[in-house]
Nanobody, 126 residues
């Protein structure tokens, strides 16, 4: 399984971006797909996850709830992260991750994901 993330960039406070992550070597519906982020000098943190097969089963970090939305296209083997009302504190490298075995209660834990994309930089200017 390989993951390729894209869509990052520079945006002003209050702006929007949509990140994409294409999964190859598998069927995306069989995987829990997640987004994590890492700001300079900070640990990698959970952003959002969408669970296998059911696109209605999602979870979000409190810091992004109501502003970010995760979705999946099975036809394109792609997971998306729509980010609205961006804030300077959202600035980070965003990583997509995949796991075929992680359970709901563990889906916020980075070590549970064996597959990672290369990261895409999101910078929000104030």
């Amino acid at each position: 399984v390989q993951l390729q993330a894209s869509g990052g960039g520079l945006v002003q406070t209050g702006g929007s971006l949509r990140l994409s992550c294409v999964l190859s070597g598998g069927t995306i519906g069989a995987y829990v797909m997640a987004w994590f982020r890492q700001a300079p000098g900070k640990e990698r943190e959970f952003v959002s996850a969408i669970h296998r097969w059911s696109s209605s089963s999602t979870n979000y970090a409190d810091a992004v709830k109501g502003r970010f939305a995760i979705s999946r296209s099975n036809a394109k083997n792609t997971v998306y992260l729509q980010m609205n009302s961006l804030k300077p504190e959202d600035t980070a490298v965003y990583y997509c991750a995949a796991s075929s075995t992680v359970i709901l209660s563990d889906s916020r834990k980075a070590p549970r994901y064996p597959y990672w994309g290369q990261g895409t930089q999101v910078t929000v200017s104030s």
